[in-house]
């Protein structure tokens, strides 16, 4: 048997390629395990997903070099955001100027993250990639951890990390449960052109019975995702380029003007998973292997990056401190702040998605109320811009300064003085008919 590893990653994602990039730099002996060929990390495939990337994301990524090697061409900013909802015109905003940033995030193709990261861990000569490698058992002891290759090999390391997908095979052989959620939903990704701007404006479209989302490209091109139950997703695929043209044309209502697709359309169910654990001994998950999301609140791979930062910035500190890279109490450590980093937002999203996918009357109601509200609280819209952006994830919780905004809260009061303060307390404009739209 060779010389043990520190590190071993199962999976060459974003996550596991970020990850390795993070450990670079470190005295430590790293390999990935993949089972893709060489040719396809170094020229990854167009697959139609575009990736919103905060302003936390874009700066990890920078620190590792792999922001540099992506063409000015392929990165779009996201200046403005509009959520809509049924047929009415009425909309929840956010702007740049609003958040006083540059930008409220970037829109980057999934292929050529891929590619950055892999020619940033390909020039460090520390990491091995392993590619077209299977792995067939994981296992570990006090010691190290043991992975069994298809070609009978047996690897070992200090830490073994799995990022091998949201239905990660590594998480199963080791145990972890996670909890996984179908949607029967499908979304049909492509990328379009259009006659008209969308000035970097992305759009999201809660249609009654299916979404549809916009996400700015540069030029005259938009990311489109529409997102309809699985059962419908096969007829949207097939469709003709015309067929197609013409039912987006029709669901945006002009509001690009005449549309035209350009390439593939690619076609993805959507399941979310959160695994219960992130660590055990001598083994962690991070990326979609530990929390695999729901696209519409676009946290997915922003979560993922910030994750093996996490991890990586644990590692670094034992490196430094001579301590065991792979102990239980930093593992545990990792999975404490990466489980508070993740577990609202999972479920928080799992919530919209049920919101705003259910057609119930009282649904469409607290929805147009939830839209309202978040347009008229600012406390509420600044939280949701700063989950969004990931900018200053130092300032103080919004959430403080819109409970300061509420009156106190006596031990007993009669519901009919409680009504009669809370109608005293809200501005008209947040009377509860003109939060429905009735008044």
């Given at each position: 048997?060779?010389?043990?590893y520190?590190?071993?990653?199962i999976?060459?994602?974003?996550?596991?390629?970020?990850?390795?990039?993070?450990?670079?730099?470190?005295?430590?002996?790293?390999?990935?395990?993949?089972?893709?060929?060489?040719?396809?990390?170094?020229?990854?495939?167009?697959?139609?997903?575009?990736?919103?990337?905060?302003?936390l994301?874009?700066?990890l990524?920078?620190?590792?070099?792999?922001?540099?090697?992506?063409?000015d061409?392929?990165?779009?900013?996201?200046?403005?955001?509009?959520v809509?909802?049924?047929?009415?015109?009425?909309?929840?905003?956010?702007d740049?100027?609003?958040?006083?940033?540059?930008?409220?995030?970037?829109?980057?193709?999934?292929?050529?993250?891929?590619?950055?990261?892999?020619?940033?861990?390909?020039?460090?000569?520390?990491?091995?990639i392993r590619t077209?490698?299977?792995v067939?058992?994981?296992?570990t002891?006090?010691?190290?951890?043991?992975?069994?290759?298809?070609?009978?090999?047996?690897?070992?390391?200090?830490?073994?990390?799995?990022a091998?997908?949201?239905?990660?095979?590594?998480?199963?052989?080791?145990?972890?449960s996670?909890?996984m959620?179908?949607?029967?939903?499908?979304?049909?990704?492509?990328?379009?052109?259009?006659?008209?701007?969308?000035?970097?404006?992305?759009?999201?479209?809660?249609?009654?019975?299916?979404?549809?989302?916009?996400?700015p490209?540069?030029?005259?091109?938009?990311s489109?995702?529409?997102?309809?139950?699985?059962?419908?997703?096969?007829?949207?695929a097939?469709m003709?380029?015309?067929?197609?043209?013409?039912?987006?044309?029709?669901?945006?209502?002009?509001?690009?003007?005449?549309?035209?697709?350009?390439?593939?359309?690619?076609?993805?169910p959507?399941?979310?998973?959160?695994?219960?654990?992130?660590?055990?001994?001598?083994?962690?998950?991070?990326g979609?292997?530990?929390?695999?999301m729901?696209?519409?609140?676009?946290?997915?791979?922003n979560?993922?990056?910030?994750?093996q930062a996490?991890?990586?910035?644990?590692?670094?500190?034992?490196?430094?401190?001579?301590q065991?890279?792979?102990?239980?109490?930093?593992?545990k450590?990792?999975?404490?702040?990466?489980?508070?980093a993740?577990?609202?937002?999972?479920?928080?999203?799992?919530?919209?998605?049920?919101l705003?996918?259910?057609?119930?009357?009282?649904?469409k109601?607290?929805r147009?109320?939830?839209?309202?509200?978040?347009?008229?609280?600012?406390?509420?819209?600044?939280?949701?811009?700063?989950?969004?952006?990931?900018?200053?994830?130092?300032?103080?919780?919004?959430l403080?300064?819109?409970?300061?905004?509420?009156p106190?809260v006596p031990?007993?009061?009669?519901?009919?003085?409680?009504?009669?303060?809370?109608?005293?307390?809200?501005p008209?404009?947040l009377?509860?008919?003109?939060?429905?739209?009735?008044?």
């Amino acid at each position: 048997m060779q010389e043990p590893y520190d590190v071993l990653i199962i999976g060459a994602g974003p996550a596991g390629l970020s990850f390795a990039r993070s450990l670079a730099d470190l005295p430590l002996r790293v390999a990935v395990i993949e089972r893709s060929s060489q040719a396809t990390l170094a020229d990854p495939p167009e697959d139609g997903r575009e990736i919103a990337l905060t302003h936390l994301s874009a700066d990890l990524m920078k620190s590792m070099g792999a922001w540099q090697r992506i063409p000015d061409e392929g990165i779009s900013p996201i200046e403005a955001a509009k959520v809509f909802d049924g047929s009415s015109s009425y909309s929840l905003d956010f702007d740049n100027e609003t958040a006083d940033l540059d930008a409220l995030g970037y829109l980057v193709p999934n292929h050529l993250i891929r590619k950055a990261y892999y020619e940033e861990v390909a020039s460090h000569p520390q990491i091995e990639i392993r590619t077209e490698t299977v792995v067939e058992e994981v296992n570990t002891d006090e010691q190290f951890g043991y992975v069994t290759l298809n070609n009978g090999e047996v690897l070992q390391a200090s830490l073994v990390v799995a990022a091998d997908t949201r239905f990660s095979e590594t998480r199963r052989k080791m145990g972890l449960s996670a909890t996984m959620r179908d949607f029967s939903r499908t979304a049909i990704v492509c990328r379009m052109e259009h006659t008209q701007p969308h000035h970097q404006s992305a759009f999201e479209c809660f249609h009654y019975g299916r979404t549809t989302a916009i996400l700015p490209m540069n030029g005259n091109r938009s990311s489109i995702v529409v997102t309809v139950n699985s059962r419908e997703a096969q007829r949207f695929a097939e469709m003709t380029e015309a067929e197609f043209n013409h039912n987006i044309e029709q669901q945006l209502d002009g509001l690009l003007g005449e549309m035209k697709l350009i390439g593939k359309r690619h076609v993805y169910p959507l399941v979310a998973v959160h695994a219960n654990q992130f660590v055990a001994r001598r083994f962690a998950l991070i990326g979609d292997s530990a929390v695999g999301m729901h696209p519409v609140t676009a946290h997915g791979f922003n979560l993922g990056l910030r994750g093996q930062a996490t991890l990586a910035r644990e590692i670094a500190n034992a490196v430094a401190e001579g301590q065991d890279i792979a102990s239980e109490q930093l593992l545990k450590c990792y999975e404490s702040e990466h489980m508070r980093a993740t577990r609202v937002i999972y479920h928080g999203t799992n919530l919209v998605v049920g919101l705003f996918t259910n057609e119930t009357l009282a649904a469409k109601l607290a929805r147009k109320a939830t839209l309202r509200l978040a347009n008229n609280i600012s406390p509420i819209k600044q939280l949701i811009t700063t989950s969004l952006t990931e900018k200053d994830m130092t300032r103080s919780n919004p959430l403080q300064e819109l409970k300061s905004h509420l009156p106190p809260v006596p031990d007993f009061v009669p519901v009919d003085r409680v009504k009669q303060k809370v109608e005293q307390f809200l501005p008209e404009k947040l009377h509860p008919l003109n939060v429905l739209g009735l008044k």
